[in-house]
């Protein structure tokens, strides 16, 4: 993923594609027309808080939109605000996000909101350039968030815009770089309405997602995701969910109740105890 923010650099980006001005109206009629009929009702698109927007961002990396759901409201009843966020204690962040996968999000999201209290006074700053200093946040999460939660014109990518965009305006093109649709996107925002335009946007890419032929393959950055069964993130959750319901386990006692291969486990709890999930006291492990 890739953003890119509207300063003086974002003008001067190299235009291979130029839309005419009736080629950017039918485009974003259509965008919002969908939207209009078919728009998702979710709940961090009606309490527009800065901190719930965010969460939902930090949720909604490499996790889908069921999946967030599930877990959204249960996240931010344990952790309204930045401090309670700050304040969490390990065990009980790990056990909510529980089943969320990339366990990392959340101890990132909890520095972030440290951060955010002890620098900023508890607020999000708005600027995607102050958001990109906080832990944790790449460049498309500060500027979905500050258009998301700011309203703010700012230009960036995820795969949900890739796909609208190599779908409407690259339709026989493969190895497509962003660096080609960045411009288009950058053409046709909406800079009245940025929240309601890359609402919009999602919407229309998550609905050509289900019924055309993926069109990010066509992307010079589509990846496919290596299968969760029997991988490393299925170790790591394993390991933690053990840890978190229970207390302090040695390595054999981890292999036994997780069922997974003893060498793997052993190499993940060391790494997992580098990264400060998990802590070892004599040979037994616990959060």
């Given amino acids: 993923m890739s953003a890119l923010f509207m300063d003086k650099k974002t003008t001067r980006i190299s235009i291979k594609k130029k839309l005419t001005p009736a080629q950017i109206r039918a485009f974003r009629k259509k965008v919002y027309a969908y939207y209009d009929r078919e728009g998702r009702d979710l709940p961090w698109r009606k309490n527009l808080k800065p901190y719930r927007v965010l969460v939902s961002e930090v949720m909604l990396q490499q996790t889908q939109v069921e999946r967030v759901l599930e877990k959204y409201r249960e996240f931010l009843a344990a952790f309204p605000d930045f401090s309670a966020l700050a304040r969490a204690p390990l065990t009980k962040l790990l056990l909510i996000w529980q089943g969320m996968g990339y366990n990392r999000r959340a101890l990132a999201l909890r520095a972030l909101a440290q951060k955010v209290v002890d620098d900023h006074r ?6 995607p350039e102050k958001l990109l200093a906080l832990p944790g946040i790449g460049k498309y999460t500060a500027g979905a968030v500050a258009a998301f939660a700011f309203n703010k014109p700012v230009v960036f990518m995820d795969t949900n815009i890739r796909r609208v965009y190599l779908y409407e305006f690259l339709p026989d093109r493969d190895n497509v770089h962003d660096d080609e649709l960045t411009p288009l996107v950058l053409q046709t925002l909406d800079t009245g309405n940025p929240r309601k335009w890359y ?3 999602m919407d ?32 790591r959750g394993r390991i933690l969910k053990i840890l978190v319901a229970g207390p302090p386990h040695t390595p054999a006692q981890i292999v036994k109740r997780s069922g997974m291969d003893a060498e793997r486990v052993k190499k993940n709890l060391v790494q997992l105890e580098k990264e400060g999930f998990i802590r070892k006291k004599g040979r037994r492990y616990f959060i």
């Fill in 122 to 127: 508890g607020r999000l700053p708005s600027e």
């Fill in 199 to 201: 609402n919009a946007l």
């Fill in 204 to 235: 229309y890419g998550t609905m050509l997602k289900r019924e055309q032929i993926n069109p990010n393959r066509r992307s010079f950055h589509y990846t496919r995701q290596s299968p969760f069964d029997n991988s490393n993130r299925q170790v």
